[in-house]
């Protein structure tokens, strides 16, 4: 009971538990502190450039939308290395819409990419949820199965800006009452951040993706749908793969079938793991993993600025993926060790 | 007590796994108001009674009744929607959230209008309900870190919020300190004074003499008798469990002479686990290790092993200071650990019997660096014949022998790496009768042959029959020693209870 000595100090550790989780959250600030810090040393100018500031904005909008699915997934214990061929096809045949019928409604064509990702993303989530697969191996399955897909629609052809709808370009162009660089890509960005909060805050659905993920036994015991959660939680993914898909379009004007999303995956699990997301489940936020997009959107810039290769962008990736995850292992150590001695 | 009519009856269920019929015949009754214990060796279907109720597993057979009607409970949710709440030995809690949403989980309070998950009026009931239990948690307050009493309050405290009329708790009392046990008791009168009907599951009789009003024994999956507390005796309860006289059990014979201390442990500590353990084993001496579970018998016998880091203390093999940081180590060392848990720690199943047994020594059986299988089958052979191990064909997979068969290939394999020291943790928990005394008997042996002995038991009968000496432990101390003739049940019990502490 909570008055013998040795619960009182288990409850003290799991105070020092509570502490270091919110460390966390700040910890993230404070490297993005430091690689801003480190950038400015170079670059005394860096922040004051408004171009910098659009680029760093311009570049977190795909990575947001995309990772607060690939969070939900993650809590639940599970992954999807899919997501850049999902945003690929979902881009790919909006483009070709957009292409083959001239004037198309950018709305509508907005939402036919967010309904066809839906779909790829409920194969995932199916083969999963019901048949069991592991989603390690289903999601590399339909990675390269969707990535074959998007060269058979397209026949390997690239949608060039030309196709794509001037009013979609404007969306990385120009933000609302004409501030030019918060653009509306940046808005929609912040939208899904917020949607994607108030779901796993306060909907049951999104509980029990924490529940899941925390303790799968336990939640099919306790009555949780354990099956048609992970199901939503891969759709979901999907969906926001095709708005992202559309996202894509606006913001680089072309959809690549070669190109387009191929190692997007690395880039999106590095956000949210480097935001503080278990990667054994149960538990993320998205703050977090918002300043785990901000953090790998400031690093990309500031590499692209300070004159680095962009060749080395995806070791640097690979190396934050690694660093966030060890000093999240160690952590969690030292925490175990002084809660239960194991 | 009450003469009103039951709240839940059960009639002729049955329930096999694996074509073998674990429970037969189940006629069972709880009436409101009452603590009913359900008791019996290992392996009786206490458990499984539980969960065939609670919906966890539907019987082959029978029906449930629930106030005279007939119910089904094909899953835990219908379980929870009649009112009816399984708390587990293993508190089933998810850590990452807070104690409010493991109370509450699937049946979070939504607010009105919008419609939104009401986390106020979550926290305001959580708290309502812990408070109606006496117990101060912070409904806030994570659940990772807290202690497995305090996980078992947020169970039954989930049980309350949907109402439970009936609590079915499978061992909740074996992680327990006494304190706790105390307190939880305190709950569980609470509840049946308000009419809950409670059935408890206890392996120790005490417990349940103490906290029940009636007692159901099951046996081999059989219901053999149900009565009530105060006109029954320990004695008799045991009778009905075991279905034999006592003294059936294997006894080790008195060894005049014991050779040197072949492994001494001084003052061995791992911070929250265990500390200032001291003792020595001496070649030919089987010492028991009793003590409740959780009082880290297994840790000291891991650290041995090396699968355990120690902060402090040190290890002598026949008088030489040792360091053991991994298992090989402590096998280079002459150290074996045969593990409680047989699937998880020790056997590989699907593998054969042979492969089995000689993992520990490919080296020697191989020639030139390349194994040799007839060398390996040699080994295994005279294992098997030594060990009297029952089995179609040292080909066949360990998954399809008996458990106390199973048992003995595990000790196979140690075996012939030829140790000095033995550490088994519960050699013979969840294996029958006839194969406790054949492993009873094997251990003899293995003393007689001079190795030095550690057997950790939560088996009060194995510990008093077969050590030479007796180390309690409880919660990371040793509590009490005894040598064989002076160890009595009542002794050993009070030292693992904390009740009279007796340094040796």
């Known amino acids: ?342 | 007590m009450t003469d009103n009519l039951p709240v839940l009856t059960t009639h002729g269920i049955y329930m096999a796994f694996g074509g073998v019929n674990v429970l037969k015949d189940i006629d069972f009754e709880i009436y409101p108001g009452e603590i009913h214990g359900l008791v019996g060796e290992n392996g009786a279907g206490k458990s499984t009674l539980l969960k065939n109720i609670a919906g966890v597993h539907v019987p082959k057979a029978g029906e449930i009744r629930l106030n005279g009607k007939v119910v089904q409970v094909p899953n835990p949710h219908a379980a929870t929607d009649l009112q009816i709440a399984l708390i587990h030995q293993e508190p089933l809690t998810f850590p990452d959230l807070d104690v409010a949403e493991n109370i509450f989980i699937g049946r979070q309070p939504m607010s009105s209008g919008l419609s939104r998950l009401d986390w106020a009026t979550m926290y305001s009931r959580s708290a309502e309900i812990l408070n109606s239990l006496g117990v101060k948690l912070d409904p806030r307050a994570k659940v990772r870190g807290l202690s497995i009493a305090d996980q078992q309050m947020v169970e039954m405290a989930g049980a309350l919020s949907q109402d439970a009329k009936i609590l079915l708790m499978d061992e909740p009392t074996a992680a327990l300190t006494p304190s706790e046990v105390k307190d939880l008791f305190a709950i569980m009168r609470l509840l049946r004074d308000r009419g809950t009907a409670i059935v408890f599951i206890s392996h120790r009789l005490e417990e349940v003499f103490e906290i029940c009003d009636r007692i159901t024994v099951l046996r081999d999956g059989e219901l053999i008798d149900q009565r009530i507390v105060g006109e029954v005796s320990v004695d008799e309860i045991i009778q009905m469990m075991v279905g034999r006289p006592l003294s059936t059990l294997f006894e080790k014979g008195d060894t005049e002479e014991f050779g040197e201390p072949v492994l001494e442990v001084e003052g061995l500590m791992r911070t929250l686990k265990f500390e200032n353990i001291t003792f020595n084993i001496r070649a030919g001496e089987i010492v028991g290790m009793a003590g409740l579970i959780g009082a880290g018998r297994t840790d000291v016998a891991r650290a041995l092993f090396g699968t355990l880091e120690i902060d402090s203390g040190t290890i002598r093999i026949d008088g030489q200071r040792v360091e053991i940081g991994r298992p090989r180590d402590a096998l280079k060392h002459g150290i074996i650990y045969v593990p409680e848990d047989r699937k998880q720690n020790g056997l590989l199943m699907p593998m054969s019997v042979i492969k089995n047994m000689t993992l520990a020594v490919l080296e020697r059986l191989s020639r030139n660096g390349w194994l040799r299988e007839s060398l390996e089958e040699e080994a295994a052979q005279e294992y098997v014949k030594k060990l009297n191990i029952v089995l179609r064909d040292p080909s066949q997979p360990v998954r399809e022998l008996s458990g106390g068969n199973q048992q003995k290939v595990v000790l196979s394999r140690w075996l012939m790496t030829k140790p000095k020291v033995m550490l088994l943790d519960e050699p013979t928990r969840g294996i029958d009768i006839g194969a406790k005394a054949e492993v009873h008997r094997l251990m003899s042996e293995l003393a007689a042959q001079g190795i030095a002995i550690l057997m950790i038991s939560s088996e009060l009968p194995e510990i008093l029959a077969m050590s030479d000496r007796i180390i309690v432990m409880r919660e990371g101390r040793i509590s009490g020693r005894f040598d064989k003739d002076e160890a009595t049940a009542e002794s050993v019990i009070a030292a693992a209870a904390g009740q009279f502490l007796q340094e040796g």
């Open chain 1, 1 to 342: 009971m909570a008055t013998t000595s040795d619960t009182l100090q288990r409850q003290r550790s799991s105070d020092i538990a509570v502490r270091l989780a919110r460390f966390r959250e700040l910890g993230i600030v404070v490297f993005l502190i430091a690689v801003l810090g480190m950038t400015i040393a170079f670059q005394p100018d860096f922040l004051l450039k408004p171009i910098n500031i659009r680029s760093i904005l311009l570049w977190i909008p795909l990575l947001t939308v995309v990772a607060m699915g690939e969070m939900m997934v993650i809590i639940t214990r599970g992954i999807d290395v899919s997501i850049g061929s999902m945003l690929a096809f979902a881009g790919i045949v909006v483009g070709m819409i957009f292409r083959d019928v001239p004037g198309f409604n950018i709305y509508l064509g907005a939402l036919i990419g967010i309904l066809l990702g839906a779909l790829l993303g409920a194969v995932n989530g199916g083969l999963i949820a019901w048949l069991k697969i592991p989603p390690i191996i289903t999601t590399l399955g339909t990675l390269s199965v969707y990535r074959g897909l998007v060269f058979i629609v397209s026949e390997g052809r690239q949608i060039d800006p030309n196709h794509v709808p001037t009013a979609l370009i404007r969306w990385s162009q120009r933000g609302p009452f004409g501030i030019q660089w918060v653009p509306y890509v940046v808005l929609i960005a912040v939208v899904v951040a917020f949607l994607a909060y108030a779901f796993l805050r306060y909907t049951k659905g999104g509980r029990s993706i924490y529940a899941i993920g925390g303790n799968p036994e336990a939640a099919r015991l306790r009555g949780v749908p354990v099956e048609t959660t992970t199901f939503s939680v891969y759709l979901i993914t999907g969906a926001l793969c095709g708005l992202a898909g559309i996202l894509y379009a606006s913001r680089f004007g072309f959809v690549n079938p070669g190109e387009t999303g191929v190692g997007f995956e690395l880039t999106v699990i590095a956000a949210v793991v480097v935001g503080g997301t278990n990667v054994f489940g149960g538990s993320g936020s998205v703050l977090g993993v918002f300043l785990g997009c901000l953090l790998l959107g400031t690093i990309n810039v500031a590499l692209a600025v300070l004159g680095v290769a962009s060749t080395w962008q995806l070791a640097v990736y690979g190396f934050v993926i690694l660093l966030a995850v060890t000093v999240d292992a160690v952590i969690r150590r030292e925490l175990r060790r002084a809660t239960t001695g194991e």
